[in-house]
């Protein structure tokens, strides 16, 4: 009983002292997310590595220092937006990393993400494309106080319909969920994609 009580302790005191040495570097950064040519806010975000309990919180502007992690390869986890998107990246790390900077970049400049991210912190939009002058409908403001959305046009350079398409579907979804049907009587008949989700 004695060897394995010594044995028990001993091995306790090794993996004490390594996990001391191991978790003993720092990362300093900065994440910025850009939808086509526009840059926006990081809120309600941190970072994470995974397998570890190490966190830190991501500031709106996407500073944040990471501590006590290990030599070797880290996987570092960005929770942006109320975990709206998690995106993972693997750093091998041999020294504290001051100045470290990920940049997280899509090429349409509305997609689903971006359409979470107006719905929580900026203005929902229902998306309009077309190659005609943009017109407006009477009584279009109407639904736009009634909805919490607005129309937005972009005339003959709108992204890919693909992009277009990720995006309303969103807004669709959130308009559905906090108006039920009621809203698809009012809304005008041009957003794109709406034809096909009837």
């Not at 978790?23 to 975000?45: A, P, W």
């Not at 005339?155 to 669709?172: E, M, R, T």
Request: aromatic share 14%; net charge positive; glycine share 6%.
């Amino acid at each position: 009983m004695p060897r394995l009580l010594t044995a028990l302790i001993f091995l306790s005191l090794i993996n004490a002292a390594s996990g001391q040495n191991a978790l003993t570097k720092t990362i300093t950064g900065n994440i910025r997310v850009t939808f086509f040519m526009t840059g926006v806010k990081t809120y309600d975000s941190y970072v994470t590595v995974k397998g570890t309990d190490a966190k830190a919180a991501i500031d709106s502007n996407g500073h944040f220092i990471l501590t006590k992690l290990r030599e070797g390869p880290n996987t570092l986890q960005f929770h942006l937006w109320q975990n709206t998107l998690i995106k993972d990246t693997t750093l091998t790390i041999q020294h504290d990393l001051p100045n470290f900077s990920y940049h997280l970049y899509f090429d349409c400049d509305v997609n689903e993400y971006k359409a979470f991210y107006d719905i929580h912190y900026g203005q929902p939009k229902l998306l309009i494309a077309g190659g005609d002058a943009p017109s407006i409908q009477v009584g279009q403001e109407k639904f736009e106080a009634k909805f919490g959305v607005t129309y937005y046009y972009y005339g003959c350079l709108s992204p890919a319909d693909y992009c277009l398409k990720a995006y309303n579907q969103a807004i669709f979804n959130h308009l559905n969920q906090t108006h039920g049907r009621a809203w698809k009587k009012e809304v005008r008949k041009d957003v794109f994609a709406l034809k096909k989700r009837q």
